[in-house]
């Protein structure tokens, strides 16, 4: 009778560590995706601004504003609450006219998809570009 429930608890420890290690998982393969969907949010508002600049001449280029906004619809598409984005847009050059430079961060809070896991992460991301009209 004891081989019995022996085996019975070795069961519920290899189940129960299973159960774990496959939600841990999931969990590692969402954190690339909500990641990787910042970083392209942050390239995608670069290269908005670098080809979208002051169009040559007498129009003004866009605005951090602009930018932000893009950058905000680009990521819905991912699995992340657009309003959460933290997006910083600046030009290290003064300017954005063409041939200076632009810098897009984009920050995002991580909410783990499996509330038992006590993680607080900030996912980041910075791109830069050069503006080219």
Not at 43 to 50: I, L, N, Q, S
Not at 67 to 89: C, M, N, Y
Not at 101 to 107: E, I, K, L, N, S
């Amino acid at each position: 009778m004891l081989r019995k429930g022996g085996s019975l608890v070795e069961f519920a420890l290899v189940a129960f560590l299973c159960v774990i290690l496959l939600l841990s998982i999931v969990e590692f393969g969402r954190l690339l995706l909500v990641y990787s969907t910042v970083a392209n949010a942050a390239r995608e508002g670069v290269r908005y601004a670098t080809v979208s600049g002051t169009g040559g001449g007498t129009r003004a280029g866009r605005t951090p504003e602009e930018v932000a906004a893009e950058v905000r619809k680009f990521a819905r598409a991912g699995p992340v609450d657009h309003t959460r984005l933290q997006i910083s847009v600046g030009y290290p050059d003064g300017s954005n006219a063409a041939g200076m430079r632009v810098d897009v961060t984009v920050q995002y809070p991580y909410d783990p998809l499996i509330g038992l896991l006590p993680l607080q992460i900030s996912l980041a991301s910075t791109s830069r570009g050069v503006i080219t009209f």
